[in-house]
């Protein structure tokens, strides 16, 4: 069998009154009971055989652009192109797969992650931009984007992140140590962008970690927080100065993979990032 490596860029304005996230479950439907209906309608193959997984499952009402998934096909394809646009065709207008490529056996989208990045937006001005509405946080304090930047380094490097992880069903025995390879806080006008990249991350940990953020911003607390609230281990200690961030501002930007994860079969059909149509083949009359 050959594995199919799924790239998806879902943009999910409706997604906040209708999905509940990433991971399977029928009612209410979720982002891979809805891509997985698609792929048995195409391939005919039940849904015990696609082993269907994605490299993150994101919570509720956030985003993603970098989405990985696999499924495994017993059909060997010439073409990509074809599966490409059924998919599409069939998927609702706020979920798409923006590439679809071969893979090797071994690849693994969620267990050949090297790491993941997210990002995280926050719209810092008394009037909100109406346009950015379901993708941005909205904060009318003045936030202290000095002080948020020497907090978030504190949180780069190996830490045990119990302090910041939220009881998840699907998550009974987590590992909560993680590695966050950077932390960035990026003034663009009144948007500010929290950009992290890890290892892995806890359930809610990144919109944890980013509401402790909002609060020091908002000089509510000094930086020092940060690692005591992180020797706790306690997330009854985070409690007190912090609630998760709202997840509409939250979108998974990219996953990474080693280098040998990425090496395709020599007899693999070509990377398809979908088909072009020209408008001297469109015979609409209003092109």
Known sequence: MAALALALALALISSLSYLVGWQFQVSPPTIQCI????????TKLERECLHFVGASRTDTGVHAWGQVAHF???????????????????LPSDIRVREISAA??????????????YHYKIYNDTIMD??????VYHSVYKLNTAAMREAAKMFIGKHDFSAFVNASRNDRVPDPVKT????????????IQLEVEGSG?????????????????????PTEIVPKI???????????????????????VSV?????HLLLPSDCPTTSFGRHHTITKCKLPFY
């Open 230 to 252: 992180l020797a706790t281990l306690d997330r009854r200690e985070l409690a007190k100065y912090a609630l998760s961030a709202p997840p509409h501002g939250l979108c998974l």
């Open 180 to 191: 966050i390879f950077r932390f960035d806080v990026i003034e663009m006008g009144p948007l």
């Open 72 to 90: 495994i096909t017993p059909f060997n394809y010439d073409s990509l192109e074809t599966i490409h646009a059924a998919l599409n065709g069939l």
């Open 35 to 42: 891509v997985e209906k698609a792929l048995i309608q195409i």
């Open 104 to 117: 090797t056996p071994e690849f693994h989208a969620r267990f050949s992650a090297k790491s993941k990045v």
């Open 256 to 260: 990474k993979y080693n280098q040998e």
């Open 130 to 135: 109406p346009f950015q509405r379901h993708y």
């Open 201 to 221: 991350f806890l359930y809610r940990q990144v919109r944890n970690m980013v509401a402790l953020l909002i609060q020091i911003g908002k000089e509510a607390i």
